[in-house]
Each structure stands twice: as C-alpha cells, then as structure tokens.
C-alpha cells in the first residue's frame, strides 16, 4: 500500500489511505457483529446445519426482476407525466405573450381550468372510454364509460403493461390537457369563459377520448395499422381543428381585419413570455415524445428512449431554422415569431413518428413543418380566420403532417411475426384514411358544439365587453397593476 501511494500527490494519497483505513475498519466491525450470531447457530445445531445457515445468510438479497422493471417504469413514467403537465405553463406563456394584455387573466383562467375540468372529466369518463380493453359497446367504435382509476396488484396493471395504473392515468390525462389547451389560442379574445368551459368539459370527457381510443385504446385506426406514437395527430391535429372550428364561428377580434377584408396584425403584448413559453413546451416534450415510450427499463428500451428525443431535438430545431428563413425570404425580416411557432410545428410534426424515422427523416420533417406554419398563418390571412397565436398551423395543419410524414418516412409496421403488414403506398394509405377520419371528427363534433352555442347566444362577449377586455368584463381584475392606473393602457 505505501509503494502504491509513494509518488501520488499528498491529498490523493490522503484520501486513498483514508478510504482503505475506512473499509478495514468497516470489515472488522462487521465480523465482530456476525461473531455471536455464528457462535449461537454452532451452539444449536451440528456442523452441516450451521455451515448451511451461515451460507443462507450470507447470501446477497436481490430485488425480483419484475419488481425492479416495474419500479423504473412506473417512476419514469410519473415524471414524465410531470413534464407534460408542466407544458400548461408553456402554453399559458405563449398564449399570454401572443395576445393583448387585457386579456392576460381570462386566458390564465382557461389553462388553470383545461387542466382541472380535463383531469376531473377524464377521470370520471375519458379515460374508460379512451381504454376500454374488452369493454366495447360498439367494436372498435366506442368505447364503455366507467369511473375512477382501478388500482392494481404490484406487477399486474392495466392492459398487462408493467407499469402502474395510477402512472398511466396520469401521463394520459396530462395528454388530455394538452388538446383541450390548444384550443385556447385560437379563440383567445372573444369568447364567453362560460362557453369556453363547456367546450373545454366535452373535449377532454367524450370527443378526445373517443377519436383517441380509435388508436391507443386498438380500435379500428389501431387494427388497420395506423402508427402515431405520442399524438400528431391523436393529440394535436384534434386540438388544432377543434380551435379551427370555434375560429371560424366566433369570427375575427375587432379591428383585425379592414372594412374591404386587409388584413390588420394585433401584435401580443409580451414576445418574451412567449419565447419562454416555447421554450418550456421544448423541454416538456421530452416527456411527451420519448415518455410515450411507457418502458424504458431495458437496455433496448432505454436506447430507444433516448433515440426519440434525439429525433424530436432535430425537428424542433430544423422548424424553428425553417420557418424563420421562410419567413425572411417571404416578408424580410427574421421573424422572431415564426421561428417560435416554427419550432412548436417541428415538435408536432415528429410526434407521430419520432420512433421510426432515421435523423435525415426527422430533419426534413422539421424544416416541412416550420414551412407548413408560415404558410398556414398566411392562408389564415387570406380566408379571413383569426387565430392569434397560431394553433392551427401548428398544431392543426403540422399534426396532419405528422400523420402523413409517418406514412412517407417511417419504418414499415410489422405483426407479431415481425412481416411487414404493408408496402410503402399501403402503410401512406393507412395514414391518411386514419388521419381524415380523427380531423373530421374532431372539426365536426366541435363545429356543433360551438354552432349550438353561437344560435343561444352564449358564445361571444359584446363589442363592449372584448373591446374592455376580457379580465375585466368576465373576471372582474386586471392582470398588471399598469393596468389598474392606466384603464387598461397596454396593449
């Protein structure tokens, strides 16, 4: 030992004598305790039983394999629930930011509730429905309401995954959330908090679940063979036509548009909560995308796991490089804007397919995305649709890209025989058949529910009212003490 130290430098020699000092003096401790146990085992019993004992004890405890998988399923899975969870706060900043500060309390509110009306509607309905297992009243269709989530055994969960229940209903209701809280952006500024929390409660406890079912919960979509892994189009394609309805039926904010149709940008108030705001949703993601995984223990699991978030890193960011160099080229300036939506759109266009396609695939699908925003905002434009923070050609018009791109770039779908079920143009078929059917259902079902709203007169605030502001005229407070002093000065 000391010809090993001799020529170390004096605090590494220190620390290493100390170190083996330490172990011998933890050895001899622990002889000294198993002295008396080994003298009474040899009292009261004969050579071969106490040989048999002492080699019992000594054995190493191991934790059962099933239980140790089961530990890091369910605790991954918990925290990637708190990271989808968490993007509430991003979309509440980007929504904020986005729009005018008048009506920074009213969309607080319809985030704060999205989330609570969404966790309390699918826990007593969405979630069944959306995973019925055996439990279909029409096959592959609809699913069999039911309440409250079953626990289950340690090691024997729900749908035979081995991962706790309580974990799954989590990640899956922080999904829930999110598709309802897409919606926000696109009618920010306008509508009742009475209506929109109507729509928000049959959103996230019937028309979400059921379209969702249709694939996670293997309905017809999933049987067909249909893929989207974490939600392009299950999540945020629904969201997105959802809002696209209510922004067509509330019509555009006063003043965005000219008596002879030009078009007037109402800029938000705060660029800098949105960029924050983005940047959570980034970093919220990588619960979303690589979380969806659902087991990661595993060496091929864990692999995988962190490939997605490789994949979902260079869409994002190929998204937000693409839309703002668009945007340059189309208006002339880089876009700050643009780039934020841009790399919202990537996150979204890679949901589908971030399992399954090479990094040049996840990079073409990010630049695809952040064009399809710009050009999505200018075709809003043209059509005289107001949506001010841009859900729709994020999440709209990039989830049904999402949904396509899988078809175009994604790994083949194989059975359990690992044969390809289909050829390229077959597996693009699949997609879009799948894809048009959960984005008609979701503009449909909400385009009544908004339609019946506006015929009641409950869907939109008076002129008075939105040209006030909205924290003011539904909420009764303003958001800034400027605000209070000033009669609502900023905009």
């Not at 289950?152 to 799954?168: K, L």
């Not at 990537?346 to 396609?357: E, S, Y």
Request: charge should be negative.
């Amino acid at each position: 030992m000391t010809e090993t130290l001799r020529g170390l430098p004096l605090w590494i020699a220190l620390l290493v004598g100390m170190l083996g000092v330490s172990v011998s003096l933890a050895s001899v401790a622990s002889a000294q305790d198993d002295a008396p146990a080994v003298t009474e085992a040899l009292d009261g019993a004969d050579a071969g039983d106490s040989a048999e004992a002492a080699a019992v004890d000594a054995a190493p405890t191991f934790v059962d394999a099933s239980d140790f998988n089961y530990t890091i399923n369910t605790l991954i899975m918990f925290f990637c629930a708190v990271l989808v969870l968490f993007m509430q706060a991003g979309f509440a900043m980007v929504e904020v930011g986005l729009n005018a500060a008048k009506n920074t309390v009213n969309i607080l509110a319809k985030n704060v509730m999205d989330l609570s009306v969404g966790i309390l509607l699918y826990l007593f309905i969405g979630f069944a429905l959306m995973y019925p297992g055996d439990a279909w009243v029409i096959d592959g269709w609809l699913g069999t309401p039911a309440s409250f989530v079953t626990r289950d055994g340690i090691g024997e969960v729900a749908r035979g995954e081995n991962y706790s229940a309580s974990a799954d209903f989590l990640f899956q209701v922080a999904f829930a959330a999110t598709a309802a809280t897409i919606v926000s952006g696109s009618v920010a500024g306008r509508m009742k908090f009475g209506a929109y929390m109507i729509y928000s409660a049959l959103l996230t406890g019937l028309i979400y679940p059921i379209s969702g079912s249709w694939k996670w919960g293997e309905g017809w979509a999933d049987r067909m063979g249909f893929q989207d892994f974490a939600g392009s189009v299950v999540v945020h394609a629904v969201g997105g036509f959802a809002g696209l309805a209510g922004a067509m039926l509330l019509g555009p904010r006063i003043g965005r548009f000219t008596a002879d149709g030009k078009s007037v940008p109402l800029p938000g108030h705060n660029v800098t909560f949105a960029a924050l705001g983005v940047f959570i949703l980034w970093v919220g993601w990588y619960g979303f995308n690589p979380g969806s995984q659902l087991t990661y223990a595993g060496a091929a699991n864990a692999e995988l796991t962190t490939y997605i978030a490789v994949t979902t890193s260079i869409s994002a960011a190929a998204g937000a490089v693409g839309a703002m160099v668009l945007a340059w080229i189309l208006f002339g300036k880089p876009d700050l804007t643009m780039a934020l939506n841009g790399a919202l759109g990537g996150l979204v266009g890679i949901t589908a397919n971030c399992d399954r396609v090479t990094q040049p695939g996840a990079l073409t699908i990010g630049l695809i995305s952040g064009a399809l925003v710009v050009i999505g905002v200018v075709l809003l434009d043209k059509l005289k649709v107001d949506d001010p923070v841009g859900a729709w050609p994020v999440h709209g018009l990039c989830g049904v890209w999402g949904g396509i791109a899988t078809g175009l770039f994604g790994a083949l779908p194989t059975d359990d025989d690992g044969l390809e079920l289909f050829g390229r143009a077959g597996f693009i078929q699949v997609q879009l058949i799948a894809t048009a059917a959960i984005i008609a259902w979701a503009f449909i079902s909400m385009f009544a529910v908004f339609f019946v709203l506006k015929a009641v007169g409950f869907l939109r605030v008076s002129p008075e009212e939105e040209q006030a502001g909205l924290d003011i005229s539904e909420h009764g407070m303003h958001a800034y003490p400027s605000d209070a002093v000033a009669g609502g000065a900023i905009h």
